[in-house]
């Protein structure tokens, strides 16, 4: 059974840091990217910061600057981490893993951890 297991989130204070990790556990295969999205209440989900396989990235342009993606392949893990956190920035953050295993591809999702950002 596959699990994404996301931790770190929480209430900080604006300009603060949080770390996000999100390790998967049950994925026998080669993780292609790796991923966080947010969703914001009445807002649709958007791409946090993805990245590949080869460690290539990619961010939200609201986030450049203040936001480092990484991963650690051998522990399946990924991280994100925040500085300089702003009240915009409050949402539910879900990893995702994208592969493949034998069987075929694999699009795999964390439960999300809620990040608020207020004084």
């Known amino acids: 059974q596959v699990q994404l297991v996301e931790s770190g989130g929480g209430l900080v204070q604006p300009g603060g840091s949080l770390r996000l990790s999100c390790a998967a556990s049950?994925?026998?295969?080669?993780?292609?990217?790796m991923g966080w999205y947010r969703q914001a209440p009445g807002k649709q989900r958007e791409l946090v910061a993805r990245i590949t396989s080869g460690g290539s990235t990619n961010y939200a342009d609201s986030v450049k600057g203040r936001f480092t993606i990484s991963r650690d392949n051998a522990k399946k893990t990924v991280y994100l981490q925040m500085n300089s956190l702003k009240p915009e920035d409050t949402a539910v953050y879900s990893c995702n893993m994208v592969g493949w295993t034998f069987q075929g591809p694999f699009d795999y999702w964390g439960q999300g951890t809620q990040v608020t950002v207020s004084s």
């Open positions: 049950g994925i026998f295969g080669s993780i292609n990217n």
